[in-house]
């Protein structure tokens, strides 16, 4: 399986951010990306590629001009004039801060995603029926991390939204796509971005009450042409394996597999994992074998896009067992 990745995307380091009023650490680090780095380059079948430089034009899909020109430009005029009046405007919480190497990360981590989008589209045109055996997959490991960013308003560690950005690269030619969301947090940013489009189908599985609080509930089904492809299935914090997987398995088959889409991106966090700092359901290592397995059983191309995950301990391998579940 290739893995799109790219050290620029470790330049991005906050040193602190603010959580229930306390500051802190700022837990979504450059050693997340390289613990997820160091166990996948322990297996054999994952090939590290870097990404090429696609531009701002597929960004500017899904974010307006002004949006991307306060993330490339808000740290130098704060510095300059000492103060930005417009800094808390694009901002909704204190998890963005954003330092001198913000945007140049940001902007690394969509060209890994659309690099990685336009190589599973290439791949798929490109391979005979036969050649679709074994089901095409693809790993982009980004950082920052997306799906809480809106068109014009960074939040929970996001500033471009990665996913998003994809989804637009994979629906030309008519193609559908299905995002399915698996980062313990609802993908809010996501959601808004394509509330008013029946393509994608957006499908999210998210911890319940807690971030982003305001959104994610079951009766956001989307607006207008968009009715009915916006699935939410909030989950408490006591859900486990079995009950996640079953939860899964019942969204496959009412939703994402009827919608005959042509491919699937899979926004990954593993914040779920059961001693996440910040998420925190009750999967375990094993359990994200098992999510790999039921996503194979989709049955499409599928892109991977890394979102959230906090204990470092495990990041590696909870990511690698999603991605070895599809293997297999
Ligand atoms: C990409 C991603 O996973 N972003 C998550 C951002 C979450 N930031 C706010 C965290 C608030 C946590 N609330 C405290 C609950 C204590 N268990
Ligand atoms: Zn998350």
């Given at each position: 399986m290739k893995v799109f990745y790219s050290n620029v995307c470790l330049k991005h380091a906050p040193k602190h951010e603010i959580i229930s009023g306390n500051l802190i650490d700022y837990l979504e680090s450059p050693s997340r990306l390289i613990k997820i780095k160091e166990y996948l380059d322990s297996l054999p079948i994952f090939d590290f590629v870097s990404p090429i430089d696609n531009g701002l034009d597929p960004i500017l899909s899904v974010h307006p001009k002004d949006y991307v020109e306060y993330l490339q430009t808000a740290y130098d005029e704060w510095v300059n004039i000492g103060g930005n009046k417009d800094a808390g405007l694009y901002c909704s919480d204190l998890s963005c801060c954003i330092t001198?190497?913000?945007?140049?990360?940001?902007?690394?981590?969509?060209q890994v995603v659309i690099s990685a989008a336009l190589?599973?589209?290439r791949f798929v045109e490109e391979s005979s029926e036969k050649e679709m055996n074994p089901l095409p997959g693809i790993f982009a490991l980004c950082r920052p991390p997306?799906?809480?960013?809106?068109s014009n308003v960074c939040s929970g560690y996001c500033f471009l939204n990665n996913a998003a950005i994809s989804t637009n690269i994979l629906k030309k030619d008519n193609k559908k796509v299905v995002i399915l969301d698996i980062d313990y947090h609802h993908g809010n940013g996501t959601q808004d971005i394509?509330?008013?489009?029946?393509?994608?189908?957006?499908?999210s599985?998210?911890?319940s009450p807690d971030y982003p609080w305001f959104t994610g509930n079951e009766s956001e089904k989307g607006e207008g042409e968009g009715e009915g492809f916006n699935?939410?299935?909030?989950?408490?914090?006591?859900?486990?394996?079995?009950?996640?997987?079953?939860?899964?398995?019942?969204?496959?088959?009412?939703?994402?597999?009827?919608?005959?889409?042509?491919?699937?991106?899979?926004?990954?966090g593993v914040?779920?994992?059961k001693d996440d700092i910040i998420g925190g359901l009750q999967i375990t290592s094993e359990g994200y074998k098992r999510m790999g397995e039921l996503i194979k059983s989709i049955n499409l191309p599928t892109l991977f896009?890394?979102?959230?995950?906090?204990?470092?301990?495990?990041?590696?391998?909870?990511?690698?067992?999603?991605?070895?579940?599809?293997?297999?």
């Open positions: 001198k190497d913000t945007w140049e990360s940001a902007y690394e981590s969509a190589e599973l589209k997306g799906h809480h960013a809106n394509f509330y008013l489009s029946s393509n994608p189908l957006y499908v599985l998210h911890g699935v939410n299935i909030p989950l408490s914090k006591d859900t486990d394996d079995d009950e996640y997987l079953k939860k899964l398995k019942k969204v496959i088959y009412e939703n994402i597999n009827p919608y005959n889409a042509d491919y699937l991106i899979v926004s990954l914040d779920t994992y896009v890394m979102e959230g995950g906090y204990h470092l301990e495990t990041i590696g391998i909870n990511v690698g067992n999603v991605l070895l579940g599809f293997n297999t």
